[in-house]
Every structure is written in structure tokens, then in C-alpha cells.
């Protein structure tokens, strides 16, 4: 089979190494284990706090009690002598006397002195007060009620670890052994065509792509709606789960510095180490809302093709619409070929691409998109007479595709993929006979 060009010779183009295979179990892998981590990590938060804390505020019966005494309890620590307030009650249940002492179910020591000794204060001993206490075992009560803000964020790392590898393992399962072209073809939808005549045309070229994966979905305008390849709702998802796991952990770590100075022992070392972390956290925060107000502009990119597969040195008339609700400095379409190449090196597995055919067809500025009314264009796309056909094997792949690239007043910009098949002539010329392009 001839062709007129090398598939990625070495040192050019861009390159990238590792097996697929081991890349997905690894991937896999992570997810699992951040997956992993995040549940058995909700599971201690769930059991530890939350639920005694919702224990506390709605199964525990209210009581009448009597303060007997009233202490600061004292811990030593590293940094000094931290402190809580202990109160002795005494109340009675079901004719049973208990004395214990307590305050609240989120009982933490402090190194404010003076604020746990201002609580003291408000209970001095004699008079009766209200308490709660557990029905199914009276002997813990509290003189306080009410959920603490700073136990509840600890869901916060679990949650985050829970997203990343949920999120990881459903991106590792939708997409395994798929390439990004098939699995663009399967979530087109639309009634099946009569594609006698696209599998002849790849007749007797076995290593062809079928025309069948992009000609599943017929057009509204032209006879094939090509299927995409752009996955940027996925990267929407993923920039959002970044967004809410990096900042999570972050802001858990965060509040730990500010209770620090908020009780009088700051820890400078904690601080200095959140604050780059915070800033990668804002960074992520922007990224990910580019992407939001991307989403929100940029509808959906239709592009149909007239006849598929194609052929080179023959020309097929082509249709784009866009939607949305922007202002666009500039739409392009681009008919682009590139190679991808995959070979080992001792123990790894190198993958290089080139990009050996960008030719624009069609090009617009400075155009309003509004809601409901979608901009249209018609337009030639001609396959250039003596270029490679499509072409996909174990280590080789020529792959054509239309571009479509919008620059947008004030929002990145998009680019979206539609692949196209091209087909070897019959006579296999590659569109050219006798030196001529066809």
C-alpha cells in the first residue's frame, strides 16, 4: 500500500510514553484507593461525630439537674497547659441517682483560660438547670446542646477523597478499551442509516477505519452529522472535583490555623505551609470557573457532512452550526491529518504525534451568538489529492478530523473535534492519476 509520507519519523512532532494499559490500572488503581480512604474515612467521621452530635440534639431527653461543682479540667501539652470546663451535676432518672461530670458532647480543651472560666461563671452551684441525657444509658448527660461547625467540617476530607475517586473510577470505566472517536459515536443518537455502500467503500482495506463508527447518525441538513470528540463536559467535572477536593482539604487545614490564633497558640509552621496551598486552591477556583462561564456560553457544535466516507482530491460540502450566547471574535474550521505512532524502547512504551495536514475552510469575525438562534454556514471541504487515507493499526494510526475553534470576547476559547473517515480511491491513487489530481 503506498502512501507519500512516513508515519512520525523519530524526533519530531509531540511525544508521549507509557503503556495505556498499565496507565488505566494505575489510574484505576488510585481511584480505588482514594475512593477507598474517602469512605472508610466518612464511615469514623459518621460514627465518631456526626451521628452523636444529631444523637445529642434529638434523642437525648431534656431533665432538670443540679450543679454540685464546678472546675477548670487541665491537660499539658507541648505548648502549654490547655483547659475546658468540668461541671458536676446530679439528677435523677427512673428513681436512680447520677452524678457526673460533663458540659457538652463536643467537649474540647482550649488554651483561652479565660473564656472557659467565663462559662463556669454562668453556672454557679445550687440552683437547677436544664440537661439531656441518653435514654439509652442515663448516665451521659450535657448542660449544652447545638452542632460545633468545626467537627463538621471534617467531612469535608472525606468527601473530597469520595469525589476524586468516584469520579476517577466512572472516567476509568466509561472509557476503557474505547478510543475517543468510538466513544463520541456512541453517545450520538439518532435513527441507524443504510450503510451498504460505506462498507463497500472500505472494502478490501482492511486496515481502514469502518466508516460505519462516524455515519450513525444522519444529518438535518446534509446527509451524515459527524459525532465529537471534544469531552468538555468532562472537563468540566473534573475541573469542579479538583476545585472541591483541593479546597476542601485546604480549608480543613485553614480552620485548624485560625482556631490556633483564635485561642492564642498560633502555629506559624501550619500557617506558612497553608498559604501556598490556598493560593493553588484560588487558582483552581478561577480555572474551574473559566470553564463554568465556557459551559454556560458555548452551546452545543453541530457539523454535518455531505458524503462519508471521503476521499482524497474530492471535494463534499459541509455544514457547522453553533449555538450559544456570547460575543465570538473569531469561528475557524480546520480540516487537519494527524499521525500517531506507538513503539517500544527497552521497557517503555513511546507514543509520538504529528500534525501533517491544517488547512482552514472556513473562517468568521466578530459575530453575536444568541439564545435560540443558531449562527449556520455552508462551505467546500476537499481532502488534498495525494495525502494518506485514514489508516489504524497496532502501532500506527492516521487519523482526520474537522476542527471547529471559537474565540470568545472574555471567555477562554474551544476547541471541538469531528472525525472523518478517508478512504483510498479504488484504483488506490490517492486522488491523483497519472501525476493529475483527479
Known sequence: MARNFRIVPKKRGNRSTGSKWWGRVI????????????CVGLVIV??????????TNHQFVEHRCTVLDARLGEQKTEDGTLCRPEIRIQYTVDGQKYVV???????????????????????????????WYDPADPSVAVLVRGYSLWFWLTLAMPASFILIGGGGLL??????????ERRAAQAQRGSPLDLLDAERAGAGFPCVPAPASVTNSPGTTLSYRLPVVAASGWKLFAAMVACLGWNGIVALF???????????????????????FAGVGVAIIVYAFRYLLLAS????????????????????????????????????????????????????????????????????VEFDLRHGVPFEARFPVEIPAGTMHSFKSDHNEIRWKILVKGEIAGRPSFVRSFPVIVCPAANGSNGKVNGQAS
Open 27 to 38: 489510574e484505576a488503581s488510585l481511584s480505588a484507593a482514594a475512593l477507598a480512604v474517602g
Open 46 to 55: 459518621l460514627n465518631r461525630v456526626v451521628v452523636p452530635e444529631w444523637r
Open 101 to 131: 461530670w460533663t458540659y457538652s458532647k463536643s467537649w474540647q480543651y482550649s488554651s483561652n483560660r479565660a473564656v472557659e472560666q467565663a462559662i463556669l461563671e454562668r453556672y454557679p452551684l445550687g440552683p437547677e438547670y436544664v440537661c
Open 171 to 180: 472516567h476509568v470505566v466509561m472509557t476503557w478499551g474505547k478510543s475517543a
Open 254 to 276: 485553614a480552620c485548624v490555623a485560625i482556631s490556633g490564633f483564635l485561642e492564642g497558640r498560633p502555629d506559624w509552621v501550619l500557617t506558612l505551609c497553608v498559604i501556598p
Open 297 to 364: 456560553a458555548v452551546g452545543p457544535t453541530l457539523v454535518e457532512v455531505s458524503e462519508q466516507p471521503l476521499y482524497p482530491g474530492k471535494r463534499c460540502e459541509a455544514f457547522v452550526s453553533q449555538t450559544g450566547r456570547m460575543r465570538v471574535n473569531s469561528l475557524d474550521v480546520l480540516l487537519v491529518c494527524d499521525e500517531d505512532a506507538t513503539f517500544h524502547q527497552g521497557t517503555n512504551t513511546r507514543r509520538e504525534s504529528l500534525r501533517v495536514v491544517e488547512q482552514a475552510v472556513y473562517h468568521r
